[in-house]
C-alpha cells in the first residue's frame, strides 16, 4: 500500500467529528433500553422461548440469566434445527432443550461508552448489537433501524445547521 492509500484509507475509516457529534446527539434515542427489550432465560425451554420471540415479532432475542447478564442469543432458526430430525421436525422436543443448549454466544457485545464507529461497523454484519455494563448486565440494544432513523436526521439537517464548501482535493474522489 503507498502512503498515500494509506492516508486515503484512515480518512475514510473515521467518521466525521461533526456527523458522529450529531448522531451521537441521538445516543439516547437509538438505544432501545433494556426493559424494552424483549429476552429470554437462560434456563426456558424452546417451547417458551418460541412463545415470547413469536409474541415479540422477532426472530432473534438476547438471552439474560437470573442477574439480567447477557449470556447469548437465540434465534427461531436455531430452535428449528434443535428440532429437526432426519426426515421431520419433532416439535414435542420443544419443551425438553432448555435455551442454554441452543443458544449462539459468539455475537458481539459493547459497553455504554461505546464508539459510533464501531456501532456502525458491527451493525453492517449484525441486526442489532448489545450494550452491556461492566458487570455484563445488558443496558439495552442498537438496531439498525435505530440507527437509521438518527443518520436520516443527519442527512436532513446537516447542511441547514454546517456552511460546507468542497475540498479541491477530496479523498473519495481520488
Ligand atoms: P430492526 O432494525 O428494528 O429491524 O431490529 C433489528 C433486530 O433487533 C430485530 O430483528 C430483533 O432481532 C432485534 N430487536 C429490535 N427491537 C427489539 C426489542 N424491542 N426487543 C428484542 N429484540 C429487538
Same mark, same amino acid.
Given at each position: 500500500m503507498t502512503e498515500q492509500s494509506s492516508w486515503m484509507k484512515e480518512a475514510l475509516a473515521l467518521i466525521g467529528e461533526k456527523i458522529a457529534a450529531m448522531l451521537m446527539e441521538s445516543r439516547e434515542d437509538f438505544l432501545i433500553p433494556a426493559e424494552k427489550v424483549a429476552n429470554v432465560g437462560i434456563r426456558n425451554t424452546l417451547e417458551h422461548a418460541l412463545l415470547v420471540l413469536t409474541n415479540a415479532g422477532y426472530t432473534v432475542i438476547p438471552v439474560l440469566d437470573e442477574e439480567s447478564r447477557l449470556r447469548g442469543i437465540l434465534s427461531i432458526p436455531a430452535i428449528i434445527r434443535a428440532v429437526t430430525g432426519v426426515e421431520a421436525f &419433532?416439535? &414435542?422436543?420443544l419443551g425438553d432443550i432448555t435455551v442454554e443448549e441452543v443458544m449462539t454466544t459468539e455475537f458481539p457485545v459493547l459497553k455504554e461508552d461505546f464508539e459510533l464507529e464501531m456501532v456502525l461497523h458491527l451493525l453492517v454484519q449484525h441486526a442489532f448489537i448489545c450494550i452491556t455494563d461492566e458487570d455484563g448486565v445488558l443496558q439495552g440494544i442498537v438496531t439498525r433501524s435505530e440507527l437509521l432513523k438518527g443518520t436520516n436526521r443527519v442527512a436532513h439537517v446537516f447542511e441547514s445547521m454546517y456552511d460546507i464548501t468542497k475540498k479541491e482535493e477530496s479523498p473519495i474522489e481520488r
Amino acid at each position: 500500500m503507498t502512503e498515500q492509500s494509506s492516508w486515503m484509507k484512515e480518512a475514510l475509516a473515521l467518521i466525521g467529528e461533526k456527523i458522529a457529534a450529531m448522531l451521537m446527539e441521538s445516543r439516547e434515542d437509538f438505544l432501545i433500553p433494556a426493559e424494552k427489550v424483549a429476552n429470554v432465560g437462560i434456563r426456558n425451554t424452546l417451547e417458551h422461548a418460541l412463545l415470547v420471540l413469536t409474541n415479540a415479532g422477532y426472530t432473534v432475542i438476547p438471552v439474560l440469566d437470573e442477574e439480567s447478564r447477557l449470556r447469548g442469543i437465540l434465534s427461531i432458526p436455531a430452535i428449528i434445527r434443535a428440532v429437526t430430525g432426519v426426515e421431520a421436525f &419433532d416439535f &414435542d422436543k420443544l419443551g425438553d432443550i432448555t435455551v442454554e443448549e441452543v443458544m449462539t454466544t459468539e455475537f458481539p457485545v459493547l459497553k455504554e461508552d461505546f464508539e459510533l464507529e464501531m456501532v456502525l461497523h458491527l451493525l453492517v454484519q449484525h441486526a442489532f448489537i448489545c450494550i452491556t455494563d461492566e458487570d455484563g448486565v445488558l443496558q439495552g440494544i442498537v438496531t439498525r433501524s435505530e440507527l437509521l432513523k438518527g443518520t436520516n436526521r443527519v442527512a436532513h439537517v446537516f447542511e441547514s445547521m454546517y456552511d460546507i464548501t468542497k475540498k479541491e482535493e477530496s479523498p473519495i474522489e481520488r
